[in-house]
Nanobody
Framework: QVLLVESGGGLGPAGGSLRLSCAAS????????VGWFRQAPGEEREFVAG????????FLEDSVKGRIIISRDNAANTATLQISNLKSADTAVYYC?????????????????????WGQGTQVTVPS
């Protein structure tokens, strides 16, 4: 199994940028496709971005395309989510998740239930 710990959240100015990190430990990080999700108060957890095991393919939710970059460094056991042009609608708890399901590596996975391992989340707040 893999343990995931997110960091980098906080207060971000509207129009500014934040960089979230996900540190992995346990089984080799390269076994897992990674997804970033977010959950706003009173809302369901939603997919934001995903990346395959090698880092060669990324999958982005349509509403964030152009503002989000997802990347990973398997040697450092980390995944990163960069959010630019922050909006108040980006306010949420952001979660890093991992799955070793083969189809997620090939096609991308967008559902909460597709991911077996989750971090504890990091809060991002963008004042309106």
């Amino acid at each position: 199994q893999v343990l995931l710990v997110e960091s980098g959240g906080g207060l971000g100015p509207a129009g500014g940028s934040l960089r979230l990190s996900c540190a992995a430990s346990g089984r080799a990080f390269s076994y897992y496709a990674v997804g970033w999700f977010r959950q706003a108060p009173g809302e369901e957890r939603e997919f934001v971005a995903g990346i395959d095991r090698s880092g060669g393919k990324t999958f982005l939710e349509d509403s964030v395309k152009g503002r989000i970059i997802i990347s990973r460094d398997n040697a450092a056991n980390t995944a990163t989510l960069q959010i630019s042009n922050l909006k108040s609608a980006d306010t949420a708890v952001y979660y890093c998740a991992a799955t070793d399901a083969e189809h997620c590596d090939v096609y991308g996975c967008y559902r909460v239930l597709d991911y077996k391992y989750w971090g504890q989340g990091t809060q991002v707040t963008v004042p309106s």
